[in-house]
């Protein structure tokens, strides 16, 4: 069992930067593989960046590249999302999850999931 605990979401104006911390119990921490996703209101939970149990590996949507960078230090059992340019679009619930498999860009590609932490650019 993997408990999974988000932190450093916020109100921040566009153009801003956030980094978003994931903070994992229990072993093994670098045997999963993390992930971020998001959902905004209304809309369907969608998938951010993935990077593997290793850290060599790191996929992100289109929408996201070249201004999201996904890292984990697995001696502090915590992965991060640094954001920066931060655009209103990036509005969401930003949820991290984990699986024993490789990356995954698919929800049902994990096994435990955080609560989320609530992201808000301003324009």
């Known amino acids: 069992q993997v408990q999974l605990v988000e932190s450093g979401g916020g109100l921040v104006q566009a153009g801003g930067s956030l980094r978003l911390s994931c903070a994992a119990s229990g072993r093994s921490f670098g045997n999963y593989a993390m992930g971020w996703f998001r959902q905004a209101p209304g809309k369907e939970r969608e998938f951010v960046s993935t990077i593997s149990s290793g850290g060599g590996t790191k996929v992100y949507h289109d929408s996201v590249k070249g201004r999201f960078t996904i890292s984990r230090d697995n001696a502090k059992n915590t992965a991060y999302l640094q954001m920066n340019s931060l655009k209103p679009e990036d509005t969401a619930v930003y949820y991290c999850?984990?699986?024993?498999?490789?990356?995954?860009?698919?929800?049902?590609?994990?096994?435990?999931w955080g609560q989320g932490t609530q992201v808000t650019v301003s324009s």
């Open positions: 999850a984990c699986n024993r498999g490789g990356t995954s860009t698919r929800m049902n590609g994990y096994d435990y």
